[in-house]
């Protein structure tokens, strides 16, 4: 079992930063790909990021490239999220996610997050 928690939601301005945590307990984080999706309000469930086991593989949604960050820290068992340059549009919930392989697809996660709100305001 692996539980995840997400930190770092905000409310910020269009064009600022912010960055999401997302803390893991229990076995093996290292072992897993993880991933960031988010749900924007009457909106389904959207890929946003995710890398591999080790880091040094990494995917993004055409809409967050060059803009958001995703890495992670096994020894600290914690996935980051940095979030640059950020649009009213990217306003969600943000959920990590645990799975066994680099994925843009949240069916091929079995672990998730409670979800951290980020709203960004015009």
């Known amino acids: 079992q692996l539980q995840l928690v997400e930190s770092g939601g905000g409310l910020v301005q269009a064009g600022g930063s912010l960055r999401l945590s997302c803390a893991a307990s229990?076995?093996?984080?290292?072992?897993?790909?993880m991933g960031w999706f988010r749900q924007a309000p009457g909106k389904g469930r959207t890929f946003v990021a995710a890398?591999?086991?080790?880091?040094?593989?990494?995917s993004y949604a055409d809409s967050v490239k060059g803009r958001f960050t995703i890495s992670r820290d096994n020894a600290k068992k914690t996935l980051y999220l940095q979030m640059n340059s950020l649009k009213p549009e990217d306003t969600a919930v943000y959920y990590c996610?645990?799975?066994?392989?680099?994925?843009?697809?949240?069916?091929?996660?079995?672990?998730w997050g409670q979800g951290t709100q980020v709203t960004v305001s015009s």
């Open positions: 890398n591999n086991w080790s880091g040094d593989s990494t």
């Open positions: 996610a645990a799975g066994p392989r680099l994925s843009g697809y949240s069916d091929e996660y079995a672990y």
């Open positions: 229990g076995r093996s984080f290292s072992s897993y790909a």
